[in-house]
T-cell receptor
Framework: GQQLNQSPQSMFIQEGEDVSMNCTSS?????WLWYKQDPGEGPVLLIA?????ELTSNGRLTAQFGITRKDSFLNISASIPSDVGIYFC??????????????FGTGTRLQVFP | AAGVIQSPRHLIKEKRETATLKCYPI?????VYWYQQGPGQDPQFLIS???????DKGSIPDRFSAQQFSDYHSELNMSSLELGDSALYFC?????????????FGEGSWLTVV
């Protein structure tokens, strides 16, 4: 089945530093999404990417959809303590009745030290 | 704004018992998805429903079943529980056809099997 590999698995950085994480897949996805998950809570959407090569920003977050549609990266600039959490990439697959199934990546755990 | 509501938030069951999780989607959303997230793992897609019809099936064990009711809420029934079923179960909802960026996750139901 489809598998999305994220790297790095975990990151320990100091407040103010920039962060970069990426996600690769053996399969092509039409849509890539980046989520943040706080402990014990559901994933919250950060950025959605729809076009190959697309570069999208959301505040301090920037994400790009790879040209091959098999990879994506997420950058966080000037990290702050509330950036702590687990970041997941997800690829969207279209199911029956036009519903969307998400395949999640393996996650990147981010820890920010003041 | 109303979000996806899941109940119960926490559940403790013994092996071989049965558990039922409930999900109330965002109003006007017609699709619900169920995901299972084991400790330290990424969310795994279980099953989805559109307008009370099963639209997609993932890695859902045969011991589990789910359905969507006429009011669009959904229930995940888990029987013959095993220790490995201990996980955080997420429900998500969306309005089909509006894009993967309109999938919203609930806060999850913690199931602990002892």
């Amino acid at each position: 089945g489809q598998q999305l590999n994220q790297s790095p698995q975990s990151m320990f950085i100091q407040e103010g530093e920039d962060v970069s994480m990426n996600c690769t897949s053996s399969s092509i996805f039409n849509t890539w999404l980046w989520y943040k998950q706080d402990p014990g809570e559901g994933p919250v959407l950060l950025i959605a990417l729809y076009k190959a090569g697309e570069l999208t920003s959301n505040g301090r977050l920037t994400a790009q959809f790879g040209i091959t549609r098999k990879d994506s990266f997420l950058n966080i600039s000037a990290s702050i303590p509330s950036d702590v959490g687990i970041y997941f990439c997800a690829g969207q697959l279209r199911g029956s009745y036009n519903t969307d199934k998400l395949i999640f990546g393996t996650g990147t755990r981010l820890q920010v030290f003041p | 704004a109303a979000g996806v509501i899941q109940s119960p938030r926490h559940l403790i069951k013994e092996k071989r018992e049965t558990a039922t999780l409930k999900c109330y989607p965002i109003p006007r959303h017609d699709t619900v998805y169920w995901y299972q997230q084991g400790p330290g793992q990424d969310p795994q897609f279980l099953i989805s429903f559109y307008e009370k019809m099963q639209s997609d099936k993932g890695s859902i064990p045969d011991r589990f079943s789910a359905q969507q009711f006429s009011d669009y809420h959904s229930e995940l029934n888990m029987s013959s529980l095993e220790l490995g079923d201990s996980a955080l179960y997420f429900c998500a909802s969306s309005l089909t056809g509006t894009g993967a960026d309109t999938i919203y996750f609930g806060e999850g139901s913690w199931l602990t099997v002892v």
